[in-house]
């Protein structure tokens, strides 16, 4: 099985920064895209960001582009989201994505963390 563990999110003010880990840990394969998603109270999972096996290609939702950065670290199996001028609007609870493969099975699969809560204050 592929186990994904979220860390670094907390109660942040307005206009600061936080940075998530996710550490893929387990009878992994090998992973290909990776990403963040996030779901507030009340509303539907998004997409935040996505990256690529290479790490050369990137994706972001148009509320976070110029203020989010995410990154990968293929060696660690560890997909990073650095968060920046945070506004009140980017709390929800940010869960980690990978499209996996694992031991069971020949093909992928996607695999979600448990999630970590991220507020931001005003």
């Known amino acids: 099985q592929v186990q994904l563990v979220e860390s670094g999110g907390g109660l942040v003010q307005a206009g600061g920064s936080l940075r998530l880990s996710c550490a893929a840990s387990?009878?992994?394969?090998?992973?290909?895209?990776m990403g963040w998603y996030r779901q507030a109270p009340g509303k539907q999972r998004e997409l935040v960001a996505a990256?690529?096996?290479?790490?050369?290609?990137?994706n972001y939702a148009d509320s976070v582009k110029g203020r989010f950065t995410i990154s990968r670290d293929k060696a660690k199996n560890t997909v990073y989201l650095q968060m920046n001028s945070l506004k009140p609007e980017d709390t929800a609870v940010y869960y980690c994505?990978?499209?996996?493969?694992?031991?069971?099975?020949?093909?992928?699969?996607?695999?979600w963390g448990q999630g970590t809560q991220v507020t931001v204050s005003s």
């Open positions: 994505n990978a499209d996996a493969v694992d031991v069971s099975s020949p093909r992928s699969y996607n695999h």
């Open positions: 387990g009878s992994i394969v090998s992973i290909n895209v």
């Open positions: 990256i690529t096996r290479g790490g050369s290609t990137t």
